[in-house]
């Protein structure tokens, strides 16, 4: 058997997320998947929305950064290093949830790899 290596950018999208929380009386409420969520849990599910912080976020972060199944996050930057790099498994999908500041969004290609059936 022969394993193929590839770079995660030839198989997936990776974005750093921009959103913060700061809420702006010019954008649409959200509520935001933050950075200790992302270290604290193995998968995001919706059971957990209710307890995520409420911001805004303008057309253009809501289309970019609203978490969805299949979806794997983790912590971008942090005081140490090691909670650098910290993932988590988007277990569902959501409707106005966003991926905060401090966190990178993977979303994979499903033409280039097999991802289960949502």
Not at 3 to 15: G, H, P, Q, R
Not at 62 to 77: M, N, P
Request: proline share 3%.
């Amino acid at each position: 058997m022969v394993i193929k290596k590839y770079k995660l950018s030839d198989v997936a999208k990776v974005e750093i997320s921009s959103v913060d929380k700061k809420t702006k009386d010019c954008e649409t409420p959200v509520k935001l998947c933050n950075f200790t969520d992302v270290y604290h849990n193995w998968a995001i599910t919706t059971e957990m929305a209710d307890n995520f912080m409420k911001a805004t976020a303008n057309a253009k972060e809501i289309e970019k950064f609203t978490i969805r199944k299949g979806q794997v996050a983790f912590t971008k930057d942090s005081e140490t290093r090691d909670d650098i790099g910290i993932p988590t498994y988007i277990a569902d999908d959501f409707e106005n949830v966003l991926l905060g500041y401090h966190c990178a969004l993977i979303t994979p290609d499903e033409s280039k790899i097999y991802c289960y059936p949502r």
